[in-house]
């Protein structure tokens, strides 16, 4: 009895792991531990088990700048099992039906398709969105995207904001089909008025898509004076 209660434990944070990396993206042990109220040992455990399980990734922190002294601290991903145990919108079916678009009508169909895809989510967002000032807009573009299953959040970029969806819905059709991604993107251009950039996607291997919206505003788009 007391060895079941321990896995329903362990597998309850277990979860609680997998629902921060999806939210926040790839993480080290220390953060990881610091968020769910663990030791630093307590946590490694529930990672040595999910990397052992193929549910996570583990890879060196990139450092930029100066490197100190020891090596780097180890980061903590979902793996694509980790990604495919949460809410997915498509199957192999949607993968099929694409493929048997684009062998009988060719690329361009496929385009189509996903440009028609992205303009529902377009008209439903752009409420939210578009009338906005320039430095909301990405927030709010996090937040609407969330409320869909992408665990979206913004982080500072520098001269811009980088947009980071911690889940793809669609992943596994998206890796097939980038003409998905890269209607995704024009989209978020389109909402935000900005010419954004996608820094890495879920879809080619990373731990999350992330886009670039640059909040510079041009001499062009100043109001005069």
Not at 1 to 25: C, F, H, I, P, Y
Not at 89 to 100: K, P, Q
Not at 137 to 145: D, E, I, K, T, V
Not at 159 to 178: D, K, M, R, T, Y
Request: proline content about 4%; hydrophobic content about 40%; some cysteine.
């Amino acid at each position: 009895m007391k060895t079941s209660v321990a896995n329903q434990l362990d597998r309850r944070t277990r979860e609680r792991v997998a629902g921060l990396l999806l939210e926040r993206g790839p993480q080290t042990a220390a953060a990881l531990a610091d968020a769910l109220g663990l030791t630093a040992a307590g946590v490694r455990r529930h990672l040595d088990a999910m990397l052992a399980e193929g549910t996570i990734t583990a890879q060196e922190q990139r450092v930029y700048g100066r490197r100190g002294r020891g090596r780097p601290a180890k980061v903590f991903g979902l793996s694509d099992a980790g990604h495919a145990a949460g809410p997915s919108a498509y199957d192999d079916v949607a993968t099929d039906a694409l493929r048997f678009l684009a062998e009988t009508a060719g690329e361009q169909a496929v385009e189509e398709w996903a440009r028609r895809r992205v303009a529902d989510f377009e008209q439903r967002y752009a409420a939210r969105v578009a009338h906005l000032p320039l430095a909301d807009r990405p927030a709010a573009l996090a937040a609407a995207l969330s409320e869909d299953g992408f665990a979206a959040t913004t982080q500072d970029g520098g001269v811009g904001v980088q947009l980071c969806q911690h889940h793809c819905p669609i992943q596994h059709v998206a890796e097939q089909f980038p003409q998905l991604c890269e209607a995704e993107t024009a989209a978020f251009g389109r909402l935000t008025g900005r010419h954004v950039q996608r820094l890495a996607t879920i879809a080619h291997g990373d731990g999350v898509c992330t886009t670039h919206i640059p909040l510079t505003v041009l001499p062009s788009e100043r109001t005069p004076q």
